[in-house]
Antibody, heavy 119, light 107 residues
């Protein structure tokens, strides 16, 4: 069955950096767009970024553009999110999700990893 | 920027029909999806392309759309359906938008 397992969350100071990982299994990872979606504590869902199957197309929400970088390693069935210049408003649970591009829904989600930006 | 508007909360009695709406400009042309999120859990896709139900989702969940509104209907609502529900669509093929979420209470 499809499994998405995030890791790498934690406490970081404002202005700091963090790299999230998502290990995928149970499907042909290299065939799918992959996405990051976040949820601030007690708030709703916010799309962050997605990346095409071959990494040739990448899109970001305006709120993270220029600070976050999405990438993937199809040989390792892994998705990444490099987060730089972190702000308090980036505090959230970050979910790895399959697809979400071009009218395809986010059909599988990981359990999420919590990122807390605080001094 | 594109916005999707949902009621903050909806209440329903067990066994009755719950209706959750999501409104946005020309939403009927944007293939709305619905996600269920229970406390402490990840979201689960329950409806996509306005009306389609993924495998494993009970038949009591259905979706519809008309003009600027997408609707999630839960027939014969059960206590286990109590959750937050989010609608989602695309402003373009690339820009994903979520509604603010609706807390469904079954009482």
């Amino acid at each position: 069955q499809v499994q998405l397992v995030e890791s790498g969350g934690g406490l970081v100071k404002p202005g700091g950096s963090l790299r999230l990982s998502c290990a995928a299994s149970g499907f042909t990872f290299s065939h799918y767009y992959m996405s990051w979606v976040r949820q601030a504590p007690g708030k709703g869902l916010e799309w962050v970024s997605y990346i095409s199957s071959s990494s040739s197309a990448i899109y970001y929400a305006d709120s993270v553009k220029g600070r976050f970088t999405i990438s993937r390693d199809n040989a390792k069935n892994s998705l990444y999110l490099q987060m730089n210049s972190l702000r308090a408003e980036d505090t959230a649970v970050y979910y790895c999700a399959r697809d979400g591009f071009n009218y395809s829904p986010f059909d599988y989600w990981g359990q999420g990893t919590l990122v807390t930006v605080s001094s | 920027s594109y916005e999707l508007t949902q009621p903050p909360s909806v209440s329903v009695s067990p066994g009755q029909t719950a209706t959750i709406t999501c409104s946005g400009d020309r939403l009927g042309h944007k293939y709305a999806c619905w996600y269920q999120q229970k406390p402490g859990q990840s979201p689960v896709l329950v409806i996509y392309q306005h009306t389609k139900r993924p495998s494993g989702i009970p038949e009591r969940f259905s979706g519809s759309n008309s003009g600027n509104t997408a609707t999630l209907t839960i027939s014969g609502t059960q206590a286990m359906d109590e959750a937050d529900y989010y609608c989602q669509a695309w402003d373009s093929t690339t820009d994903v938008v979520f509604g603010g979420g609706t807390k469904l209470t079954v009482l």
